[in-house]
């Protein structure tokens, strides 16, 4: 194997890229994309499962990228999913510079923004839902009780069905949301 094409096949390997196979003069490498656990886990709580699992087999059957790395007229020529590695690349040089910026500087004085900004992501999402919720209840209300998914979710939480006492003999604090 040339050593141009050896030296970059060994920049993707450490970029995390897999040989698929390799031949004298040209090298297959495949990766997935990574997975997006934020996403899975907005799908596997807010929507109970379902859109979860068909999230899981979305990613697996979309997340392969291949690329091909050809020693062709004495230099490396790259074919495939190109934008990945370009991708990868730009992304690689910001961390080195945010992580050289917070051994200088420490962690809140850089990170600060980004701790905020997924706050008030859960936060929006958090009061998405509950608006939805509240439009249910006065658009919608007998939608809530034609779901018995619904009666017994709130169960879980109340301990009875949500027009009824909970176990404390109090009313259910969630028994709004299903009149």
């Known amino acids: 194997m ?12 450490e970029m995390g890229w897999r040989i ?13 994309q990574p997975f997006n656990f934020m996403v899975f886990a907005v799908l596997l709580f807010f929507f109970f ?3 979860a699992v068909i999230y899981l087999l979305f990613w697996f059957l979309t997340s392969g990228v291949d690329l091909f790395v050809v020693y062709r007229d004495q230099q490396v020529v790259e074919s495939g999913d190109t934008w990945y590695v370009e991708k990868q ?13 917070i051994k200088e500087q420490g962690f809140w004085p850089v990170m600060w923004p980004s701790v905020i900004a997924t706050a008030l992501m859960i ?9 939805l919720f509240r439009w249910l209840e006065r658009w919608a209300p ?3 009780d034609s779901q018995p998914c619904s009666k017994r ?7 009875s069905t949500p027009q009824g006492p909970d176990s404390r003999g109090g009313r259910c604090p969630l028994a709004g949301l299903s009149r």
């Open 2 to 13: 040339d050593a141009q094409l050896a030296a970059r096949t060994g920049e993707l390997v």
């Open 142 to 144: 007998d939608w809530a």
């Open 123 to 131: 936060a929006g999402s958090v009061a998405l839902i509950w608006f």
């Open 153 to 159: 979710f709130l169960r879980g939480f109340c301990g």
């Open 20 to 32: 698929k196979s390799q031949t004298e003069t040209s090298v297959a490498l495949e990766v997935r």
């Open 49 to 51: 499962g379902i859109p």
């Open 89 to 101: 690349e730009s992304e690689r040089e910001t961390a080195i510079l945010r992580q050289r910026k």
